[in-house]
């Protein structure tokens, strides 16, 4: 069974530091890889994806995230957070195929604090 | 609507009622999925609807669990004889289309339900 597993559960930081969130799956196969971000009292939101070519992806906010297939990670960074950074970020993956394209299998989440 | 609703916002019920949740697309998105998420966990994948075809049906915990969409629109998620450990928030997302083109699957996410079952 495909799962995706966040290396961290809390990561506590400062401001201007850099933040990297693991990702790992366990699909073999062809995926699409997806971190979303769920704000205090927000509803979740997409920061980036990544269907195929350049496996360094940019998303909003400045965030980054590098598609490493032999390693099958997904990693999530950002040179510089920001207080308004603090979230719950969630790492997702699909499987590429037509009769499991609508599910998509979520890590547990990283609780990231950022203090002032 | 700009973005996905759920409605109730909150629901608390006692053991061994049935709710019901409802759930609001984007206008024209052809595909819908629930998921939940319990306390201290990842998201849950629950059931996804594309359009006409059948749901997939294969997330769901129980057969206490149903969920149907109508006219191809709103969905209502309903759990019946609830039990404290379907507690949760039930979030519903949509989508366009359908296939394995990477702009069209892009998820929108509502705000969710949050069930307290007593």
């Known amino acids: 069974a495909q799962s995706v597993s966040q290396h961290n559960h809390h990561v506590i930081l400062s401001e201007a530091a850099s933040l990297e969130l693991g990702c790992n799956y366990s699909?073999?196969?062809?995926?699409?890889l997806f971190w979303y971000v769920q704000y205090p009292g927000q509803h979740l939101q997409l920061l980036l994806k990544?269907?195929?070519?350049?496996?360094l992806v940019k998303g909003i906010k400045g965030f980054e995230a590098e598609f490493i297939k032999s390693k099958f990670s997904f990693n999530l960074r950002k040179p510089s957070v920001q207080w308004s950074d603090t979230a719950e970020y969630f790492c997702?993956?699909?499987?590429?195929?037509?009769?499991?394209?609508?599910?998509?299998?979520f890590g547990a989440g990283t609780q990231v604090v950022v203090t002032p | 609507g700009a973005g996905v609703s759920q409605s109730p916002s909150n629901k608390v019920t006692e053991k061994g009622k049935d709710v019901e949740l409802r759930c609001d697309p984007i206008?024209?998105?052809?595909?819908l999925y629930w998921y939940r998420q319990s306390l201290g966990q990842g998201l849950e994948f629950l059931i996804y609807?594309?359009?006409?075809?059948?749901?997939?049906k294969s997330g769901l915990p129980s057969d206490r669990f149903s969920a149907e969409r109508t006219g191809g629109s709103v969905s209502t998620l309903t759990i019946q004889r609830t039990q404290q450990e379907d507690s949760a928030v039930y979030l519903c997302?949509?989508?366009?289309?359908?296939?394995?083109?990477?702009?069209?699957?892009?998820?929108?996410f509502g705000p969710g339900t949050r069930l307290l079952v007593l």
């Open positions: 997302a949509s989508s366009l289309g359908m296939g394995l083109a990477g702009p069209l699957l892009i998820y929108a």
């Open positions: 699909y073999g196969g062809t995926v699409n």
């Open positions: 990544y269907f195929s070519g350049d496996p």
């Open positions: 997702a993956v699909n499987k590429a195929r037509q009769d499991s394209w609508g599910k998509l299998q």
């Open positions: 206008s024209g998105h052809t595909a």
């Open positions: 609807f594309q359009g006409n075809s059948a749901p997939d």
